[in-house]
């Protein structure tokens, strides 16, 4: 028994030195391979540079075959001239000599340039051979050994997995249309194209939607392109691809079945479906040279020394795929090996040939879907969109390709979802265990990230800099003894810092310009909270850290520092540390801005300039984010031991209110802010009033967040005209209603559009938006019969501030400030479960809302429905008169034209002459003297009750050309979005249903191009059987294509 146990555990040891022994003959491979490259890209060089010389050689041919030439004509001009003077000639001569001269020059000096690359190019070759010949050593030696202990063998067992089937009922949910509705439709009602559009809704592009258990699940966030996700597979018959995943499952041999071992399927390939079984020593182990950032988010450390687990390079099992020409999900088994994927329709086909394959090279990307419910696999040539049956198989696959791909899957939404942003951020190499790589790197508050490239969303890493050590050195430090001998001394120009956290080994950050090592020194350290260790920062950073140190304590010397206290000698260098030349100009340029502003005397003719300034200064440092910490130097500088009773000081306290509500600044700069609000606030005086509207302001910042554009005029000005102290809310805008009311609201300059709605929603009486359907609108700077839906995050001051920017574009020179925003609040969506619990107000707000439709010709009726609502909403806004039929007095005859224009649809009044508009009149007298004495709440109860009885009342209506091939014959028509479905709708008569698709049949929606695409599926027969599936497209304005794909996702 001992020897049968020792026997296994040298057979184990055996097996584990066998693996070992294969990585790093791979390793071996590997760095003969990239000996290759470097041969090959030094060839490449040396070729450039002779080419180089030579074409200088042949310039300075031609330039002495120039001088040869003027020298003839010089001779020949002195023959014909003898008495020209000799002096011009002789100095036109040695210009030319000196041409030559500087040509040789530079000649010599890139033969130099060449020498150093072809010697710094041979070292590094040589010391690629070395560690090569050393690894072939190490290997050699251990393989003898391997062949001295006895061979063992290895037992490979098959985990089980048992298959999930889910039944995908495409259920419309309630619950996440609401949610959409609190989110809010970004972009306006109607089609818009204007400057307002592109301020306000940054990305206008359409997503695309998948619905999955039920609920509209967002797949891409850019509409779709025709040879997205394609694939040989397409080319089959829509109703075959579909009844795998809408009809009955799908009778075919299962794994393990006699057909598939006939076929020579083998079963270890086909026992599972989220796995494929292969050897634990056909593992591929990671280069540590070549990517060594994964290594540290696997082990969260860089320890050499501790061997990751092997990693799973090969897999098979069944993903649903979403197909090119219809966007339909599509059951395939797919198998990934040799750096490839290949998909079949069953296991049993994998002998046939594939239907497609995907090449997985470095150019290859993974991006998760929302929800991590899919994710995309983008190639050089297409994308694909995939799905699994759980989300634990599609985890598997995503961890695999991560393996294979060696990059990490980014995710839609950003890293950082609170409010911090970076203090500082660009372009570094980073050197660890002697390896450098060039990174975006960010520090985020405490914690250094760096990421493959700036668009990536996800970090490769990140370094803790809570009490890390932060040092400069003198030179490129290398991190290890194997960086020094690698010979790249040709990094040393650089300017090095090495971050040390604790318990962990050093990296290096190699940086380009002193100005940029400065500024990345003084923010890592601040971070580390090691600036008062060693002197970092300009004085005045100095200083602040000073005071952070002592607490902040009142009876300190330090507030009274000259640097930070009112000087009248304007500033000669930036009070903080920036990371360039250009930076440090702007700084200037600010403090010279801010002067302007405070020293001149707010009056009423000069109101706008301040108000100009104001703007660019603000406008500088949201572009600039880098000055922010600056502007708020400058201004407590401004207002320190200034002064006091004098205009200045309250100026700039006026500019410090208008600031805070904009950004706040970041690290200690915060804190510095805050104790000095705290010493200057006091009730009693005027400044310590401006002291407590800024602390109040920089709480309502710190809680939602920073501004996304400058201040309005209105804001400005009602910052400069009376003191913000004495109001709450120092803000206020009318808000309009659809019956032509309107309510005025306050806010500051953090309030929401969410928290607008809110009080205004309790002064009118009615409920949440979220109960109610209702929406906050705004009008169209150009004027044109357009409107805007905002989202309830959206800031009410950014919306007014990017409101007056369009209006300034579209009327520059003549803008006068009269025109303000006009915001209106009404019905977005409407449901039959808000029905319940209605109250009055929205009752009649929405009957006004529907009659508007009515008389855009939106809502079907018919001539004498149409002039039974008239009279209704006659009745509703007037009840001054009771009109008679027989004799109808000049007062009541005006009012009765009035109604009729109001409330009376217009496609009936457009051919009437005299005697048949007097007719109207009469009928609507009649029709309007029977609801004498009903009350207007009964007479909106009864117009609602009628309007409630069309099937798709409260649905909103789009105009939309049907693209062929398309089963909709029409050339125009009105798709109409309700809580049931999409209906198309004939467009000379909106009564008429051409077609109507529930949301059970709706498989994908969104942007296709910059069209909106419909992909649904259709029983064939009325028993049932196969499903049909048909890719709907229809031309809209690109704005207006967002909208009915948000309103039904």
Same mark, same amino acid.
């Given at each position: 028994?001992?020897?049968?146990?020792?026997? *296994?555990?040298?057979?184990?040891?055996?097996?584990?030195?066998?693996?070992?022994?294969?990585? @790093?003959?791979? +390793?071996?491979?590997?760095?003969?391979?990239?000996?290759?490259?470097?041969?090959?890209?030094?060839?490449?060089?040396?070729?450039?540079?002779?080419?180089?010389?030579?074409?200088?050689?042949?310039?300075?041919?031609?330039?002495?075959?120039?001088?040869?030439?003027?020298?003839?004509?010089?001779?020949?001009?002195?023959?014909?001239?003898?008495?020209?003077?000799?002096?011009?000639?002789?100095?036109?001569?040695?210009?030319?000599?000196?041409?030559?001269?500087?040509?040789?020059?530079?000649?010599?000096?890139?033969?130099?340039?060449?020498?150093?690359?072809?010697?710094?190019?041979?070292?590094?070759?040589?010391?690629?051979?070395?560690?090569?010949?050393?690894?072939?050593?190490?290997?050699?030696?251990?393989?003898?050994?391997?062949?001295?202990?006895?061979?063992?063998?290895?037992?490979?067992?098959?985990?089980?997995?048992?298959?999930?089937?889910?039944?995908?009922?495409?259920?419309?949910?309630?619950?996440?249309?609401?949610?959409?509705? $609190?989110?809010?439709?970004?972009?306006?009602?109607?089609?818009?194209?204007?400057?307002?559009?592109?301020?306000?809704?940054?990305?206008?592009?359409?997503?695309?939607?998948?619905?999955?258990?039920?609920?509209?699940?967002?797949?891409?966030?850019?509409?779709?392109?025709?040879?997205?996700?394609?694939?040989?597979?397409?080319?089959?018959?829509?109703?075959?691809?579909?009844?795998?995943?809408?009809?009955?499952?799908?009778?075919?041999?299962?794994?393990?079945?006699?057909?598939?071992?006939?076929?020579?399927?083998?079963?270890?390939?086909?026992?599972?479906?989220?796995?494929?079984?292969?050897?634990?020593?056909?593992?591929?182990?990671?280069?540590?040279?070549?990517?060594?950032?994964?290594?540290?988010?696997?082990?969260?450390?860089?320890?050499?020394?501790?061997?990751?687990?092997?990693?799973?390079?090969?897999? *098979?099992?069944?993903? =649903?795929?979403?197909?090119?020409?219809?966007?339909?999900?599509?059951?395939?088994?797919?198998?990934?090996?040799?750096?490839?994927?290949?998909?079949?329709?069953?296991?049993?086909?994998?002998?046939?040939?594939?239907?497609?394959?995907?090449?997985?090279?470095?150019?290859?990307?993974?991006?998760?879907?929302?929800?991590?419910?899919?994710?995309?696999?983008?190639?050089?040539?297409?994308?694909?969109?995939?799905?699994?049956?759980?989300?634990?198989?599609?985890?598997?696959?995503?961890? /695999?390709?991560?393996?294979?791909?060696?990059?990490?899957?980014? $995710?839609?939404?950003?890293?950082?979802?609170?409010?911090?942003?970076?203090?500082?951020?660009?372009?570094?190499?980073?050197?660890?265990?002697?390896?450098?790589?060039?990174?975006?790197?960010?520090?985020?508050?405490?914690?250094?990230?760096?990421?493959?490239?700036?668009?990536?969303?996800?970090?490769?890493?990140?370094?803790?800099?809570?009490?890390?050590?932060?040092?400069?050195?003198?030179?490129?430090?290398?991190?290890?003894?194997?960086?020094? &001998?690698?010979?790249?001394?040709? @990094?040393?120009?650089?300017?090095?810092?090495?971050?040390?956290?604790?318990?962990?080994?050093?990296?290096?950050?190699?940086?380009?310009?002193?100005?940029?090592?400065?500024?990345?020194?003084?923010?890592?350290?601040?971070?580390?909270? *090691? *600036?008062?260790?060693?002197?970092?920062?300009?004085?005045?950073?100095?200083?602040?850290?000073?005071?952070?140190?002592?607490?902040?304590?009142?009876?300190?010397?330090?507030?009274?520092?000259?640097?930070?206290?009112?000087?009248?000698?304007?500033?000669?260098?930036?009070?903080?540390?920036?990371? $360039?030349?250009?930076?440090?100009?702007?700084?200037?340029?600010?403090?010279?801005?801010?002067?302007?502003?405070?020293?001149?005397?707010?009056?009423?003719?000069?109101?706008?300039?301040?108000?100009?300034?104001?703007?660019?200064?603000?406008?500088?440092?949201?572009?600039?984010?880098?000055?922010?910490?600056?502007?708020?130097?400058?201004?407590?500088?401004?207002?320190?031991?200034?002064?006091?009773?004098?205009?200045?000081?309250?100026?700039?306290?006026?500019?410090?209110?208008?600031?805070?509500?904009?950004?706040?600044?970041?690290?200690?700069?915060?804190?510095?802010?805050?104790?000095?609000?705290?010493?200057?606030?006091?009730?009693?005086?005027?400044?310590?009033?401006?002291?407590?509207?800024?602390?109040?302001?920089?709480?309502?910042?710190?809680?939602?967040?920073?501004?996304?554009?400058?201040?309005?005029?209105?804001?400005?000005?009602?910052?400069?005209?009376?003191?913000?102290?004495?109001?709450?809310?120092?803000?206020?805008?009318?808000?309009?209603?659809?019956?032509?009311?309107?309510? /005025?609201?306050?806010?500051?300059?953090?309030?929401?559009?969410?928290?607008?709605?809110?009080?205004?929603?309790?002064?009118?009486?009615?409920?949440?938006?979220?109960?109610?359907?209702?929406? @906050?609108?705004?009008?169209?700077?150009?004027?044109?019969?357009?409107?805007?839906?905002?989202?309830?995050?959206?800031?009410?001051?950014?919306?007014?501030?990017?409101?007056?920017?369009? =209006?300034?574009?579209?009327?520059?020179?003549?803008?006068?400030?009269?025109?303000?925003?006009?915001?209106?609040?009404?019905?977005?969506?409407?449901?039959? &479960? +808000?029905?319940?619990?209605?109250?009055?107000?929205?009752?009649?707000?929405?009957?006004?809302?529907?009659?508007?439709?009515?008389?855009?010709?939106?809502?079907?009726?018919?001539?004498?429905?149409? @002039?039974?609502? &008239?009279?209704?909403?006659?009745?509703?806004?007037?009840?001054?008169?009771?009109?008679?039929?027989?004799?109808?007095?000049?007062?009541?005859?005006?009012?009765?034209? +009035?109604?009729?224009?109001?409330?009376?649809?217009?496609?009936?009044?457009?051919?009437?002459?005299?005697?048949?508009?007097?007719?109207?009149?009469?009928?609507?007298?009649?029709?309007?003297?029977?609801?004498?004495?009903?009350?207007?709440?009964?007479? /909106?109860?009864?117009?609602?009750?009628?309007?409630?009885?069309?099937?798709?009342?409260?649905?909103?209506?789009?105009?939309?050309?049907?693209?062929?091939?398309?089963?909709?014959?029409?050339?125009?028509?009105?798709?109409?979005?309700?809580?049931?479905? =999409?209906?198309?709708?004939?467009?000379?008569? /909106?009564?008429?249903?051409?077609?109507?698709?529930?949301?059970?049949?709706?498989?994908?929606?969104?942007?296709?191009?910059?069209?909106?695409?419909?992909?649904?599926?259709?029983?064939?027969?009325?028993?049932?059987?196969?499903?049909?599936?048909?890719?709907?497209?229809?031309?809209? &304005?690109?704005?207006?294509?967002?909208?009915?794909?948000?309103?039904?996702?």
């Amino acid at each position: 028994i001992g020897g049968a146990g020792a026997g *296994s555990v040298g057979g184990a040891g055996s097996v584990d030195w066998q693996k070992h022994c294969v990585a @790093l003959e791979m +390793q071996l491979l590997r760095f003969r391979l990239q000996a290759g490259k470097i041969r090959e890209l030094l060839a490449e060089k040396m070729q450039e540079l002779e080419q180089r010389v030579t074409e200088s050689d042949q310039r300075a041919e031609s330039a002495e075959k120039r001088v040869h030439v003027m020298e003839e004509k010089l001779k020949s001009a002195n023959m014909l001239q003898p008495s020209e003077s000799e002096n011009s000639l002789y100095r036109r001569y040695q210009e030319l000599t000196n041409q030559v001269q500087e040509k040789d020059a530079v000649i010599k000096r890139l033969e130099v340039q060449l020498e150093k690359q072809i010697l710094v190019r041979a070292q590094e070759a040589k010391i690629i051979e070395e560690k090569a010949a050393k690894i072939k050593d190490w290997v050699t030696f251990k393989l003898r050994e391997v062949s001295s202990n006895t061979a063992g063998s290895i037992v490979v067992t098959i985990p089980d997995s048992k298959t999930h089937s889910y039944n995908y009922h495409l259920a419309f949910s309630l619950d996440h249309i609401h949610l959409v509705l $609190s989110a809010g439709s970004s972009l306006p009602q109607y089609p818009s194209t204007g400057p307002f559009t592109h301020l306000i809704y940054k990305n206008i592009s359409v997503p695309v939607y998948t619905t999955l258990k039920g609920k509209a699940t967002q797949i891409s966030s850019v509409p779709l392109h025709d040879d997205d996700s394609g694939s040989e597979d397409d080319s089959g018959s829509l109703a075959s691809l579909r009844t795998s995943t809408l009809g009955p499952d799908r009778k075919g041999s299962t794994p393990g079945s006699p057909r598939a071992v006939k076929r020579g399927v083998s079963m270890s390939s086909i026992s599972s479906e989220s796995d494929y079984a292969i050897p634990p020593d056909a593992y591929s182990l990671d280069s540590d040279y070549s990517e060594p950032e994964h290594k540290v988010q696997r082990t969260s450390s860089y320890s050499c020394e501790s061997l990751r687990e092997p990693e799973m390079l090969e897999k *098979s099992g069944y993903l =649903l795929k979403m197909g090119s020409q219809v966007k339909a999900w599509k059951r395939r088994w797919f198998i990934l090996r040799n750096g490839e994927i290949l998909y079949y329709k069953s296991p049993s086909d994998v002998i046939r040939k594939p239907q497609g394959q995907m090449e997985l090279n470095s150019s290859c990307r993974i991006i998760r879907g929302e929800g991590a419910q899919t994710f995309q696999l983008i190639t050089e040539k297409k994308t694909f969109y995939l799905t699994a049956d759980s989300p634990n198989i599609l985890e598997e696959w995503i961890r /695999v390709l991560q393996n294979i791909l060696k990059v990490q899957a980014s $995710s839609p939404v950003p890293m950082e979802t609170t409010a911090a942003k970076p203090t500082m951020r660009g372009w570094l190499t980073k050197v660890k265990h002697g390896h450098s790589k060039l990174m975006w790197c960010s520090l985020v508050s405490k914690v250094f990230y760096y990421y493959r490239n700036q668009d990536d969303k996800l970090p490769l890493g990140q370094l803790r800099m809570r009490e890390a050590v932060v040092e400069e050195v003198d030179r490129s430090c290398d991190s290890d003894e194997d960086y020094e &001998a690698s010979g790249r001394g040709f @990094l040393s120009s650089h300017c090095t810092l090495v971050v040390h956290p604790r318990e962990q080994s050093p990296t290096y950050l190699l940086i380009g310009t002193k100005q940029e090592k400065d500024t990345w020194l003084y923010h890592l350290a601040v971070a580390a909270g *090691s *600036s008062a260790s060693f002197k970092v920062g300009t004085e005045y950073e100095q200083l602040v850290g000073n005071l952070l140190d002592v607490e902040g304590d009142p009876d300190s010397a330090l507030w009274r520092s000259e640097s930070l206290c009112f000087c009248k000698d304007g500033l000669r260098s930036p009070l903080t540390t920036l990371p $360039s030349e250009a930076l440090q100009t702007e700084a200037l340029k600010l403090f010279k801005s801010c002067q302007l502003f405070i020293n001149v005397l707010v009056e009423s003719p000069s109101i706008d300039y301040h108000t100009s300034l104001a703007q660019n200064a603000l406008q500088v440092c949201l572009t600039h984010s880098e000055l922010q910490n600056e502007m708020y130097c400058q201004l407590i500088k401004q207002t320190n031991r200034r002064t006091p009773h004098n205009y200045s000081l309250t100026q700039c306290w006026q500019l410090l209110s208008v600031c805070v509500a904009l950004f706040l600044p970041q690290q200690h700069f915060l804190w510095y802010l805050r104790q000095y609000l705290q010493r200057h606030a006091d009730p009693k005086s005027e400044v310590g009033k401006y002291a407590v509207y800024c602390q109040r302001s920089v709480e309502r910042t710190l809680q939602n967040g920073e501004r996304e554009a400058k201040p309005s005029r209105m804001e400005i000005l009602s910052i400069l005209l009376r003191n913000p102290y004495h109001h709450s809310l120092p803000f206020s805008i009318p808000v309009h209603f659809m019956n032509n009311t309107y309510q /005025v609201v306050g806010f500051d300059g953090s309030t929401t559009v969410d928290e607008f709605l809110s009080t205004l929603t309790q002064r009118v009486g009615m409920r949440k938006p979220h109960l109610s359907g209702f929406a @906050l609108f705004t009008d169209d700077p150009s004027g044109k019969d357009l409107e805007h839906c905002l989202q309830p995050s959206v800031k009410i001051c950014d919306v007014i501030s990017k409101w007056e920017q369009a =209006l300034k574009e579209l009327h520059p020179g003549k803008y006068e400030g009269t025109r303000i925003v006009r915001l209106t609040y009404k019905s977005r969506l409407c449901f039959r &479960a +808000q029905a319940k619990g209605e109250m009055d107000r929205e009752r009649l707000l929405l009957a006004y809302q529907v009659n508007d439709e009515v008389h855009q010709g939106h809502f079907p009726v018919n001539k004498e429905l149409a @002039l039974e609502v &008239a009279a209704l909403m006659a009745q509703v806004g007037s009840a001054l008169i009771s009109p008679s039929c027989n004799s109808p007095q000049p007062k009541t005859q005006q009012i009765l034209i +009035q109604a009729l224009e109001r409330f009376y649809p217009k496609r009936y009044k457009q051919d009437c002459n005299m005697d048949q508009f007097r007719d109207l009149s009469e009928c609507l007298a009649t029709k309007w003297s029977v609801l004498r004495g009903c009350s207007a709440s009964e007479c /909106v109860r009864i117009y609602l009750t009628v309007a409630r009885k069309w099937p798709l009342f409260g649905a909103k209506l789009f105009s939309a050309k049907p693209i062929p091939p398309s089963s909709v014959e029409q050339s125009q028509v009105w798709l109409a979005v309700n809580e049931d479905g =999409l209906c198309v709708l004939d467009y000379t008569m /909106v009564s008429h249903l051409l077609v109507m698709y529930s949301y059970q049949s709706v498989i994908t929606f969104g942007g296709c191009r910059d069209d909106l695409m419909v992909v649904v599926s259709q029983t064939k027969e009325q028993g049932g059987g196969k499903k049909s599936v048909e890719k709907l497209v229809f031309a809209m &304005a690109k704005p207006k294509v967002k909208i009915p794909s948000r309103l039904y996702c």
